[in-house]
């Protein structure tokens, strides 16, 4: 027989938390105890056990998903008839921890994927349980001719991104760099098939290093320094964004890096789901210079502490000893957490970036 | 240090006769399944409220309580639902009260976090750290001027004793030689702080020395320990001896609430813990005892679980107090 899952009150403010990540597949046998999902509280992230042993039938709450306390979000089948126990020994425990991917003690770097899995939009517009699934529901009766359907990644980037203009204090800077040591390099290295992002991890890297708290991120009203040593690369692929992390590029070569990022990419398109979660990171960057965009204000993608956005190259008149000249450059632009870092930090932080870049 | 014991010893069971032996064994089984059972009813959404549970700690409970009489009383704290029911409450009126039944045993108004029964010989369990001690001060002095031969056993957590009611209470039992043993079960973590980073003490019962009473430390998953502790603790504080500080070292397998992910538990530490199951300890001791076997222990536990779901499917059908009794039985 069927038996409804549904979301325990585990948030100690709010109503609503979020699924993170099923741990059992659909069709898999689970045992009562066993660590079915994780979600993500007001507090912590957690693993939520089965409330009873059977096979996990359906998954209703997809991961990103904001559920009320109470809303059914799986359905188990359950052989004989509902038992609210089953014979369970008096020392039994369940496998608590056993997937946590982040370290025990660094719970609270735990962050909420913000490129899920694609969600399936038209399971979830029938259960009706969800809040923001309810406002969609709504616009749709009214508009049901104008309404373009909205993925799930999507959903996500338009709530965390929303999440970051009203609660992180952003500020700006910006300045451009002399291009011409890349390029070159560029040439001589790989017949000028290294992908630029590939040059900008490297020296972001770099810089990072040197600027730790560039790598914090902000939680509880505390600075938290709990530096990943990863690079994130925003990609776009057929419209949705996701983030490509890049591990340890300081110490890697451009060519090095250029492949982990066309690698990464491209599993992304063949729809690779391990590639659509999120990986923690120190910044991200995004580079709309492919666009022929010269300058942009880029959000960060939280809780790193930073984003660099990445403009278009192009040939800038410049002066050189005292003489015009003509020169490729690049606008950057910084965008800062202001509960982080100051101005002074990160300015810092941008010039030896800069240098980074000019010493190719 | 204080010894752990990864068994115990059959030799240290003789003198006791099996029915005491069995029924501190049923006690710890009874509250560990009641408390798993509430678990799962808390994770289906059954049962409103957060709840804070005990499993791990059953022989500190069961191994104070069996060394006191009926008529003595205890005090709790917000993790009190092992120490109500080796103190005699009935897993019945603990969920009827967990699901706010006028016929729980605090006609549905005291939760989880206030369990109790004066009938019983325990107050409604007192959910701020460390403020049952100074109330266990007062309850003992009054037996002492009321010459009554009870005493109380007061427990509270490690994180209590950091607390300034520990402090003052435990000076006012001291200095006026009050019948009172106070327990600390050391589960090693106040909510998510390990106790070594909140005190230089090794030992908690070194407190003891700083209010010029007798302090002892336990292996708090030694039912065995724990009782014989006890026992010696409740009878010089009956006898005028002045009150007694036992610390119990025990550990929680599970979050300190519902809502706590525990991820601050170091693994080892949790298999080291685990490995020392007070149940299981206790349980393999007994089945080396001839006229015991498994066989017999599984039947306990089978019998407690469906006692236990009985009780739910009744609880869940208690009526809830009626509007005009909202004041009634209020006094603050």
Redesign the interface.
């Known amino acids: 027989m069927e038996v409804e899952i549904?979301?325990?009150?585990?948030?100690?403010t709010g109503d609503e938390v979020t699924v993170l990540n099923w741990l059992v597949e659909v069709g898999q046998p689970i045992k009562?105890g066993q660590a079915l999902f994780e979600v993500e509280?007001d507090?912590?992230?957690?693993?939520?056990?089965s409330?009873k042993s059977g096979v996990l039938k359906k998954q209703i709450a997809q991961p990103d998903d904001a559920v009320s306390?109470?809303a059914v979000i799986a359905i188990l089948e359950v052989k004989g008839p509902v038992?609210?126990?089953g014979?369970?020994?008096?020392?039994?425990?369940s496998p608590?921890?056993k997937q946590?991917t982040c370290n025990?003690?660094t719970?609270q770097s735990a962050v909420p994927s913000n490129v899920p899995p694609q969600a399936d939009s038209s399971a979830q517009a029938t259960t009706g349980m969800f809040a923001k699934n309810r406002q969609a529901a709504q616009r749709s009766a009214v508009d049901e001719d104008t309404t373009i359907p909205m993925s799930g990644t999507q959903q996500a980037v338009g709530r965390r991104m929303q999440q970051s203009k009203q609660t992180i204090p952003h500020f700006y800077l910006q300045t451009s760099v002399n291009a011409e040591p890349m390029i070159s390099q560029r040439v001589l290295a790989d017949g000028g098939k290294v992908a630029w992002d590939a040059f900008f991890v490297c020296a972001v890297a770099k810089s990072l290093k040197k600027f730790p708290r560039m790598s914090c991120r902000f939680k509880d009203e505390q600075i938290i320094s709990l530096p990943t040593g990863v690079v994130g690369v925003a990609v776009d692929v057929d419209g949705d964004l996701y983030v490509v992390p890049v591990v340890d590029a300081a110490s890697n070569t451009p060519e090095q890096t250029s492949s982990v990022i066309r690698k990464a990419a491209g599993s992304l398109r063949a729809g690779d789901s391990e590639f659509k979660k999120l990986h923690a990171a120190d910044i991200t960057i995004t580079n709309l210079g492919i666009a022929n965009v010269e300058s942009f204000l880029p959000i960060i993608n939280p809780p790193e502490a930073s984003i660099l956005g990445i403009s278009k190259m192009e040939p800038r008149v410049t002066v050189l000893d005292g003489e015009i000249a003509i020169q490729n450059r690049v606008s950057l632009s910084l965008a800062v957490d202001h509960r982080i870092v100051n101005g002074r930090y990160a300015a810092d932080f941008l010039g030896n970036l800069v240098e980074e870049i000019e010493s190719f | 240090m204080t010894q752990l014991a990864t068994n115990i010893s059959i030799g240290r069971l003789s003198g006791y006769d099996h029915d005491f032996l069995l029924r501190l064994y049923e006690q710890m089984v009874q509250i560990r399944e009641f408390e798993e059972g509430v678990k799962y009813l808390f994770l289906q959404g059954s049962m409103p409220g957060t709840i804070h549970q005990c499993q791990g700690q059953e022989a500190t409970a069961v191994g104070v309580c069996s060394a006191l009489n009926e008529d003595d009383f205890i005090t709790s704290t917000f993790r009190g639902h092992g120490h109500a029911l080796a103190k005699g409450l009935s897993m019945e009126e603990m969920l009827n009260e967990l699901y706010g039944a006028t016929s729980g045993c605090c006609k549905g108004k005291g939760g989880s976090m206030h369990m109790g029964n004066m009938s019983k010989g325990m107050v409604p369990a007192i959910a701020i750290v460390g403020g049952g001690i100074p109330l266990a001060s007062g309850m003992s002095l009054a037996f002492k001027m009321k010459k009554t031969s009870q005493i109380t056993a007061c427990f509270f957590g490690d994180g209590a004793t950091s607390e300034g009611a520990f402090h003052e209470g435990i000076t006012l039992a001291a200095i006026w030689n009050l019948p009172v043993v106070f327990v600390c079960e050391n589960n090693l973590y106040g909510a998510s702080t390990r106790v070594d980073k909140v005190t230089r003490l090794k030992k908690l019962s070194d407190h003891a020395d700083s209010f010029g009473i007798r302090g002892e430390t336990v292996d708090g998953n030694d039912v065995i320990a724990v009782y014989e502790a006890a026992r010696k603790a409740v009878e010089e504080s009956r006898n005028g001896d002045g009150p007694v500080l036992l610390e119990l070292l025990t550990y929680r397998r599970t979050g300190h609430s519902r809502r706590d992910a525990c991820h601050y538990q170091h693994t080892d530490e949790k298999k080291e813990w685990f490995d020392r199951d007070p149940i299981d300890l206790f349980g393999r001791a007994l089945t080396q005892l001839s006229g015991i076997d498994e066989n017999q222990l599984e039947g306990i536990r089978d019998r407690i679980t469906q006692q236990f779901e009985e009780a739910v499917v009744v609880a869940q059908k208690e009526p809830q107090p009626s509007l005009d009794e909202l004041t009634t039985d209020i006094f603050a």
Do not use: N
Not at chain 1, 6 to 12: E, G, R, W
Not at chain 1, 43 to 49: H, I, L, N, Q, R
Not at chain 1, 87 to 92: D, L, Q, R
């Open positions: 549904k979301m325990p009150d585990l948030s100690t009562r509280t507090k912590a992230t957690m693993e939520v056990e409330v306390a109470g038992q609210d126990s014979k369970s020994g008096p020392s039994k425990e608590k921890h946590t025990e003690s719970s």
